[in-house]
């Protein structure tokens, strides 16, 4: 002889599951008004719900600009500032120490202070310049000697924190414009550019 479930418990099964369809009902509905308020408010204003530029990053995006003399840069364990870009040049130096350029020397001022927490030399040779079609030029170490004879340079040891100023030299032809300075802490360093104009 089979049993039977009880009354009571058969019927409140089926009211359980009968609240829970209705729950399940009310939530899809209160989902889709949801919905239909969010794009009532989309149609009515379309900048809705899209990310607005702060006033600093508008600010921001309009201010930056490449640096340029004046500016500090920084490339491995160097911080440069180009203080000043002279190519009137043709010769540098004194008497029979003078050396002529074969186009005319762009001499680059600038400072050199180590960051870093030893000592280090500034290698001339890995700094760079470029003109506006593209011509590379490498600092003429022996004109530059010439140039920084009277004062203490970064050709000699910096300590940690020191900063010292010097001058680069850059024998370009006559026509040439330089358009950055590409500044190295050594020869296969990623280097940081100067925009020169």
């Not at 203080?83 to 040049?89: H, I, P, W």
């Not at 010769?91 to 927490?117: F, H, Q, W």
């Not at 009277?150 to 414009?177: C, H, M, N, Q, S």
């Amino acid at each position: 002889m089979k049993r039977t479930a009880p009354p009571l418990k058969l019927l409140l099964a089926v009211l359980a599951a009968a609240a829970v369809i209705v729950a399940l009902f009310a939530a899809g509905a209160t989902a889709e008004q949801y919905r239909s308020q969010e794009q009532a408010a989309a149609a009515a204003d379309p900048q809705a719900g899209k990310a607005r530029p702060t006033a600093s990053k508008a600010k921001a995006s309009k201010t930056q600009r490449p640096p340029g003399p004046g500016d500090p840069v920084r490339d491995g364990k160097f911080e440069f500032v180009v203080t000043a870009v002279d190519c009137s040049r043709t010769s540098v130096g004194i008497e029979n120490l003078e050396r002529t350029a074969e186009g005319r020397y762009c001499v680059v001022s600038l400072s050199v202070r180590n960051i870093a927490d030893e000592p280090k030399y500034l290698i001339g040779a890995a700094q760079k310049a470029t003109d506006t079609t593209g011509e590379s030029y490498r600092n003429d170490e022996l004109t530059a000697v010439y140039l920084n004879r009277d004062t203490r340079t970064f050709f000699e040891k910096l300590e940690p924190g020191e900063k010292v100023t010097g001058k680069l030299v850059f024998d370009i032809p006559k026509k040439a414009k330089l358009s950055t300075l590409e500044l190295h802490d050594f020869l296969l360093s990623g280097g940081a550019t100067v925009t020169l104009g």
